[in-house]
């Protein structure tokens, strides 16, 4: 299950889920319950309300591209993309929205570790240790 967000193109403003380029039923991107509600907890934790979550690529990594998540507590950039599940603020640019159109945000709890996973629809290969990729 995934939440669909609301989507603007720039600060305080409203439109209606934009969906990804060819794409009729896949939001651009999708948290998952789970995935909100851990988002939602640590920017609690930061008592600063307006911050976000900052959602990204960069170049780098043994597979060449390595995911980016980050708590902003700054107001969004002119060219970032802002999403909103459930009271949590995504923001992107649209650069990286370039790659992780219609990926999905899951927050991963297991014996061994915990953490933020990108299921995302244009990774060809990753890496052993998961934090890197390359795209179809």
Same mark, same amino acid.
């Given at each position: 299950?995934?939440?669909?967000?609301? %989507?603007? +193109?720039?600060?305080?403003?409203?439109?209606?889920?934009?969906?990804?380029?060819? %794409?009729? +039923?896949?939001?651009?991107?999708?948290?998952?319950?789970?995935?909100?509600?851990?988002?939602?907890?640590?920017?609690?934790?930061?008592?600063?309300?307006?911050?976000? @979550?900052?959602?990204?690529?960069?170049?780098?990594?043994?597979?060449?591209?390595?995911?980016?998540?980050?708590?902003?507590?700054?107001?969004?950039?002119?060219?970032?993309?802002?999403?909103?599940?459930?009271?949590?603020?995504?923001?992107?640019?649209?650069?990286?929205?370039?790659?992780?159109?219609? *990926?999905?945000?899951?927050?991963?709890? +297991?014996?061994? *570790?915990?953490?933020?996973?990108?299921?995302?629809?244009?990774?060809? +290969?990753?890496?052993?240790?998961? *934090?890197?990729?390359? @795209?179809?």
């Amino acid at each position: 299950m995934t939440c669909t967000p609301s %989507e603007s +193109t720039a600060p305080n403003a409203t439109a209606p889920s934009e969906m990804a380029p060819g %794409e009729s +039923t896949r939001p651009l991107i999708s948290l998952t319950p789970a995935a909100i509600a851990n988002a939602r907890a640590h920017l609690a934790k930061r008592q600063t309300p307006d911050s976000a @979550v900052r959602l990204g690529i960069k170049g780098g990594g043994c597979s060449g591209f390595s995911y980016v998540i980050e708590f902003d507590d700054n107001p969004p950039r002119d060219r970032d993309r802002v999403f909103e599940f459930d009271g949590v603020k995504v923001f992107v640019d649209k650069k990286s929205l370039i790659y992780l159109s219609g *990926s999905v945000l899951d927050f991963e709890k +297991t014996m061994m *570790s915990s953490g933020f996973k990108f299921r995302n629809p244009h990774e060809a +290969t990753s890496c052993g240790c998961g *934090s890197s990729f390359t @795209v179809k």
